[in-house]
């Protein structure tokens, strides 16, 4: 049994690491919050459907990284990739495409089956937030803002750089689309394996592509801003015009995209240079087709989605567990009085522990191993007195405080934090 280890591309969250990955998942619930968004948990599994119908067969992660399998019942179920497909599914499952606009934040665990890299892994955790039912410019600057805003409330925002383009809609994409298979035909022999698949199914993928002999193509590559309809320049600078005003700081980036063409209008990244090649830490865009992908209506919606594992990388400081306090009874019969204190202190909202065994030396040593505030020691003596003697580690002084009074003297002084 000594052999086992976790199964690679997993890995265990354990102090530090749980205490990053905690930050990172509640100081998202507290922002989005306040911009009206509530929870919500899909399953970790869900029909295949959902993830091939959303990705795309021609995507590298329906095509090479899909966890997938067939149960029992011979139904072909799929570890969920990414938040957004499951988020539509929920949407029309429980019916509520007929009560728009649905605010959606989630957070939970994915799975993708890829190389195991710095930052990336099999098992890896998101934060996300969907705004399912708004068409308008002013919802996009507004859950971009709200991106902006989780990363400057984990105090990371420094560090990171908003990139944004505009795809369009459906009449822009078109034209651009056939200005790209035009393009890219003429260099065929030049493009990787994997883009001469894309170019017949799907070209827009190959902007997106990592081959150097696909990049090197891309300088010359038709832009979309040439083929922008009226309706669709009106939206982008609408949106410019909106984050100018909220003072959210953006760079364009012509060269973000998004494969499947329920995507339109706004894209955007969140980078760092920090993490090296793997710099994108929270990305999103306009998916106006998705829902009804899923059997719902024709339904606008915007989202993103962030890496936790990523974002807690980049995290300088991090709140400290709370210190607890140490109830140490001395001798059998202080052991009912200790563990009547130690609930009373619990219940006021006061971490504590106490030892199991041990001489008082003892246990006064594991008290300042788990960097406890103070030590409340409870002996024969005390218990005939109805006190405790409460101990300051910090500080060395020592009170005597009733019994039934520890949990009011701890929180009159607020025990001290790391």
Request: aromatic letters at 6%.
């Amino acid at each position: 049994m000594s052999s086992l280890q976790p199964v690679r591309g997993t890995h265990d969250l354990i102090g530090e690491d749980r205490r990053r990955f905690t930050h990172v998942v509640e100081t998202a619930r507290r922002i989005v919050g306040l911009y009206g968004f509530d929870e919500w948990a899909t399953p970790v599994f869900e029909d295949t459907r959902v993830f091939s119908r959303s990705l795309g067969d021609t995507s590298d992660v329906v095509s090479k990284e899909m966890y997938t399998f067939e149960d029992r019942g011979g139904e072909s179920l799929t570890l969920r990739p990414e938040g957004t497909a499951a988020i539509c599914r929920a949407l029309v499952t429980n019916g509520l495409t007929q009560s728009l606009p649905q605010k959606v934040f989630y957070a939970g665990p994915m799975f993708r089956y890829e190389r195991p890299q710095k930052g990336r892994y099999r098992q890896f955790h998101q934060i996300g937030a969907e705004l399912l039912g708004a068409a308008e410019p002013l919802a996009d600057a507004e859950v971009i803002a709200m991106g902006r805003d989780v990363l400057q409330g984990l105090g990371i925002a420094h560090d990171v750089v908003l990139e944004l383009n505009t795809l369009g809609d459906m009449a822009s994409r078109d034209a651009w689309r056939t200005a790209l298979i035009a393009y890219f035909s003429e260099r065929r022999a030049d493009l990787s394996a994997d883009s001469q698949t894309r170019l017949e199914r799907n070209p827009l993928r190959i902007l997106d592509s990592k081959a150097a002999q696909d990049r090197a193509l891309l300088a010359d590559a038709p832009m979309i801003a040439d083929f922008l309809t009226p309706d669709a320049r009106t939206f982008w600078d609408d949106l410019r015009r909106t984050l100018d005003v909220m003072g959210v700081k953006f760079r364009e980036n012509p060269r973000i995209v998004r494969g499947l063409d329920y995507y339109g209008h706004t894209a955007f990244e969140f980078v760092t240079e920090r993490l090296g090649a793997q710099g994108t830490v929270l990305a999103g865009g306009r998916y106006d087709g998705l829902v009804a992908e899923m059997g719902g209506p024709a339904t606008p919606a915007i989202g993103w989605a962030g890496g936790i594992e990523r974002l807690s990388m980049l995290l300088e400081d991090i709140p400290a567990d709370p210190r607890p306090v140490a109830i140490i009874p001395m001798g059998a019969d202080a052991q009912a009085a200790a563990i009547t204190i130690l609930q009373a202190v619990r219940g006021a909202g006061v971490r504590a522990e106490t030892s199991y065994r041990g001489n008082m030396k003892r246990r006064m040593e594991r008290a300042n191993r788990m960097n406890a505030t103070h030590a409340i020691v409870i002996g024969s003596d005390e218990i005939a007195r109805g006190v405790v003697q409460v101990k300051d580690l910090d500080s060395g002084q020592q009170t005597e405080v009733p019994m039934d009074g520890v949990a009011a003297f701890l929180l009159s002084g607020t025990p001290k934090r790391a």
